[in-house]
């Protein structure tokens, strides 16, 4: 059965971090190009990042660009989104999402984990 389970939410303080995993299970990560996308209340789904097979293709928005790192651990069949300083504004659900493009044409979804940044 194919799936991507995330994982590490919760609730952070502002410049806090939290580090999301993205594990698969049914096929290889390392064939996919892995996206990070979140959706907050009452917005529309915003991509924030995604890394293919070369660790050298790694995409970020700019609103998280300098603050999120992407990673993944193909032994582990494992992408990780490390968040650092994080603000109230990353408040979202978040999802990974596999893939042959970066951030579009994604395959399988999985079903998310919330972030909660607040004081």
């Known amino acids: 059965q194919v799936q991507l389970v995330e994982s590490g939410g919760g609730l952070v303080q502002p410049g806090g971090s939290l580090r999301l995993s993205c594990a698969a299970s049914?096929?290889?990560?390392?064939?996919?190009?892995i996206g990070w996308f979140r959706q907050a209340p009452g917005k529309e789904r915003e991509g924030v990042s995604c890394i293919g097979s070369s660790l050298n293709s790694i995409y970020y928005a700019d609103s998280v660009k300098g603050r999120f790192t992407t990673s993944r651990d193909n032994a582990k069949n494992t992408v990780y989104l490390q968040m650092n300083s994080l603000k109230p504004e990353d408040t979202a659900v978040y999802y990974c999402a596999a893939g042959v493009g970066c951030l579009y044409d994604m395959d399988y979804w999985g079903k998310g984990t919330l972030v909660t940044v607040s004081s």
């Open positions: 049914g096929f290889t990560l390392d064939d996919y190009i």
